[in-house]
């Protein structure tokens, strides 16, 4: 599955909708869209970093850092998801 903001959405809204209120693996999102095999969904973090950025950018989710958000420019390191209150 491409990685690109409308499939990232459809994830991240099914990974949420599965388990409300919960923050999600970045990594468990690569592995839904490219697949189970560690090579292809280690390739596919990188691109979809920068759609998570986009989102993040628009208000539609969180980049979280030991359970407390931060800006796209303040990432570094693990990092894990929240659905923004207004996003999907």
Same mark, same amino acid.
């Given at each position: 599955?491409?990685?690109?903001?409308?499939?990232? @959405? =459809?994830?991240?809204?099914?990974? $949420?909708?599965?388990?409300?209120? &919960?923050?999600?693996?970045?990594? #468990?999102?690569? !592995? /839904?869209?490219?697949?189970?095999?560690?090579?292809?969904?280690? @390739? =596919?973090?990188?691109?979809?970093? $920068?759609?998570?950025?986009?989102? &993040?950018?628009?208000?539609?989710? #969180?980049?979280? !850092? /030991?359970?407390?958000?931060?800006?796209?420019?303040?990432?570094?390191?693990?990092?894990?998801?929240?659905? $923004?209150?207004?996003?999907?």
């Amino acid at each position: 599955m491409p990685i690109n903001a409308e499939n990232v @959405r =459809a994830v991240l809204g099914e990974i $949420a909708s599965a388990r409300p209120g &919960a923050s999600i693996d970045p990594g #468990e999102v690569a !592995r /839904k869209l490219a697949g189970a095999d560690t090579k292809a969904w280690g @390739r =596919a973090m990188k691109p979809l970093r $920068a759609v998570l950025v986009g989102l &993040a950018k628009n208000g539609e989710i #969180e980049f979280l !850092r /030991k359970g407390k958000p931060v800006t796209p420019e303040e990432l570094r390191g693990v990092y894990r998801l929240r659905i $923004a209150t207004l996003g999907l």
